[in-house]
């Protein structure tokens, strides 16, 4: 009878031993699966890197091409006026680099009076990213372009055409 007491006496003892064991294993797993009761955070530095290509996608919200200047030009280099100069992007991409450079590069479709090309337009210089504040400076002394980058997506508002006509150029990976 009293080894009955005994054992009997032990059983909440070794019920309290096996359950305080369960639930500090639970709370290790739980621990090293990454459950900080927030979902999935992370606890030290993170790297967030915008090197790589962005594709031109709309300008002033209109799919490409888009026409960003139809009407008379004075081409003051060869010192000719054009009754009609039409201005077409056709594509472009922006690509940052790891190294704070970036190029752009713009396929043009240009007609002056009734003679058409085909042009690609490049630029090339360094960026700094401040927040989601860009700003490019071209390596030419061309000036800078100061935009916004956020979420994959680059937004710029852009002359391209040298017409005093700025439009709204948006870049997505």
């Known amino acids: 009878m009293i080894s ?3 054992a009997a006496s032990s059983r909440p003892a070794r019920i309290h031993r096996v359950a305080s064991l369960l639930l500090a294993t639970a709370l290790l797993v739980t621990i090293a699966c990454g459950g ?9 530095p993170t790297t967030k890197t915008v090197a790589g290509n962005y594709n031109l996608r709309t300008i002033d919200e209109n799919q490409l091409p ?16 054009y009754n009609q ?12 680099d790891d190294t704070d450079r970036w ?11 009734d003679f058409t090309t085909q ?6 210089g360094s960026y700094e990213i401040d927040g989601e ?7 030419d002394d ?12 680059i937004s710029l508002p852009m002359d391209v055409a040298g017409s005093d006509r700025i439009k709204a150029y948006s870049f997505a990976r």
Do not use: C
């Open 103 to 113: 190029t752009m590069t713009l396929d043009v479709q240009e007609t002056l009076d």
């Open 85 to 96: 100069r039409i201005v077409a992007v056709k594509s472009g991409v922006i690509n940052l």
């Open 66 to 81: 888009v026409e960003v200047y139809h009407g008379p030009w004075f081409d003051a280099a060869n010192t000719r006026f």
């Open 36 to 44: 900080n009761g927030g979902g999935d955070k992370t606890t030290g």
């Open 4 to 6: 009955q007491r005994l």
């Open 142 to 153: 061309a000036g800078e372009l100061s935009g916004t980058i956020d979420k994959g997506k």
């Open 133 to 139: 504040d860009i700003v490019l400076s071209a390596f």
């Open 119 to 124: 042009q690609t337009w490049s630029v090339m």
